[in-house]
């Protein structure tokens, strides 16, 4: 399985960037896929999860209401949008899948793939 985000960026607070995570060497069918995000001296955190056999998705309280997480099956591909961004939104981003669903999508010990992250800078 090989996984590659991209679409980070340097951003101004309040503005919007569109991450993706192409997956392959497997189908998401079945998988439940997580974003993560890492900030400078910070621990991996959970950002947002889909599963992508149904329309469920969970978002850490921090960003609820201004990422949201999709999933493209046929593409193989997850996508996280992100509004409304804040400098502490600052982080390398991380995808990462799991086969089958978990419902600790949010703890990172779940997942044994991830991308080599891209990196998301909010500052004016």
């Known amino acids: 399985v090989q996984l590659q985000a991209f679409g980070g960026g340097w951003v101004q607070p309040g503005g919007s960037l569109k991450l993706s995570c192409v997956v392959s060497?497997?189908?998401?069918?079945?998988?439940?896929v997580a974003w993560f995000r890492q900030g400078p001296e910070k621990e991996r955190e959970f950002v947002a999860a889909v599963r992508s056999s149904s329309f469920q998705t969970f978002y850490a309280s921090s960003v609820k209401n201004r990422f949201t997480v999709s999933r493209h099956n046929a593409e193989n591909t997850v996508y996280l949008q992100m509004n409304s961004l804040k400098p502490e939104d600052t982080a390398v981003y991380y995808c990462a899948p799991r086969w089958p669903h978990t419902v600790q999508y949010y703890d990172a010990s779940q997942y044994g793939y991830w991308g080599q992250g891209t990196q998301v800078t909010v500052s004016s």
């Open positions: 060497g497997r189908t998401i069918g079945g998988a439940t």
